[in-house]
């Protein structure tokens, strides 16, 4: 062949040929394969290999793809993927433009959890001698959890119900998707910065295995296993078991139990303060009665025709028993004191008093009743506000949901 009639393309040339074929030969398909070399870019984009026994393909995945999945694909994991043949043309390489990724049944996920749970398991991370326990009387818990869904309002609920006083701080996280364990361990490391929380609950309401698996990531469990703040767990329903219920100091089963056991109900300690005084009561006369019962028996051993070392014995007996006794009673006295000074604390935490005094006011309206949310007001009403010290009376002007 002459060089006059030989067709030269340029390397640009042949790979734009080849684009143009393999991505008009292809519709758009699903393939199945292992993961491998998986990266997550810092632009969203994930970059991965797909391979079986005989071969593999280079595979990615765009952000605006990537940021709907449920969870995190891994190394080693089977997964079905659909998307289009297309040439990566500064490589010359072919390539799957992935839309789609799931994962090739539940066996794959119970597999990664079993592997995750071994490793955290070896490391020591689920043993009891690292669980803290949880306060008494909290005064502030913080919440991570979705600020949108029902697993907040049934917390805040049940929690301000049981334990009126109860300060709560909302750390709002996605808790599904790319990146949500990411998050939602970050809020925990937030949290444990503030100093000023008393407990965490880490949790969302139920859903399907790949809505919770944030609660499955390595990630989430490293941040929950080295809080400073005990942890209380509360992901999905009763039958939902995750890597961070197992990590955590406590497994709730449902975000309203982990509020019920976060707070003591203020009916049973009011309950209780009135038992104490009772019992310190019946106590007090139960010693008194004794007191007076060896009194008397020991007045009645004395004979006054006893000779006088007989009666300096006695007398000794006798100064002996009451200094005994006094020791005693003191004794009880003092315990008795503590417990209901303890418990005189966490009753005064519920006065209304002291959470204006952080700030807080009551607003009234013209009837005197407390109002409790702004779709009570109407534009033009007159209503009173109650400060730490002092009221001062407001016109609505404008109510925001």
Not at 57 to 79: E, I, K, T
Request: hydrophobic share 40%; aromatic share 6%.
């Amino acid at each position: 062949m002459s060089e006059d009639k030989r067709i030269i393309l340029s390397v640009t040339q042949l790979t734009g040929e080849i684009k143009r074929v393999l991505e008009n030969s292809f519709p758009r398909l699903w393939v199945q394969g292992e993961i491998s070399n998986l990266t997550v870019h810092s632009s969203g984009h994930l970059y991965f290999s797909l391979k079986d026994a005989g071969s593999q393909v280079r595979c990615v995945m765009f952000r605006s793809y990537a940021q709907n999945m449920m969870l995190m694909p891994q190394d080693g994991m089977q997964v079905v993927v659909q998307g289009d043949v297309t040439v990566f043309d500064r490589a010359g390489q072919y390539q799957l433009s992935v839309q789609q990724l799931q994962v090739a049944g539940y066996g794959e996920l119970a597999q990664a959890f079993e592997r995750l749970k071994k490793k955290l398991a070896d490391e020591g991370l689920f043993d009891q001698e690292f669980k803290k326990e949880l306060p008494a009387y909290p005064k502030t818990i913080g919440i991570v959890t979705s600020p949108t869904g029902a697993a907040i309002r049934d917390m805040v609920k049940v929690a301000r119900r049981r334990w009126p006083g109860i300060e709560l701080i909302l750390c709002p996280v996605p808790v599904q998707g790319i990146g949500a364990a990411q998050k939602i361990a970050r809020a925990v490391d937030d949290l444990n910065e503030y100093q000023k929380i008393d407990l965490i609950i880490v949790g969302r309401g139920g859903g399907s295995a790949e809505d919770l698996w944030a609660f499955n990531e390595e990630i989430l469990a490293r941040a929950i296993f080295h809080s400073n703040i005990p942890v209380i767990s509360a992901v999905g329903h009763e039958v939902d078991f995750t890597i961070s219920d197992l990590v955590a100091d406590l497994r709730a089963p449902t975000p309203s139990a982990a509020a019920e056991m976060a707070v003591p109900d203020v009916r049973e300690v009011q309950s209780n303060l009135i038992d104490s005084a009772r019992r310190i009561a019946s106590s007090m006369n139960d010693l008194l009665d004794e007191a007076g019962s060896r009194l008397k028996s020991i007045q009645r051993s004395y004979g006054l025709n006893r000779l006088q070392d007989m009666l300096s014995q006695k007398s000794q007996q006798l100064d002996w028993a009451g200094t005994s006794l006094n020791n005693k009673i003191n004794d009880r006295l003092s315990s008795y004191t503590n417990r209901l000074q303890g418990q005189a604390i966490a009753l005064k935490a519920l006065d209304p008093k002291n959470t204006l005094k952080r700030g807080y006011s009551i607003c009234r309206d013209q009837n005197g009743r407390v109002v409790v949310s702004a779709k009570a007001l109407d534009k033009g009403k007159l209503i009173t506000a109650e400060f730490h010290t002092g009221k001062a009376q407001m016109t609505v002007e404008e109510t925001i949901p």
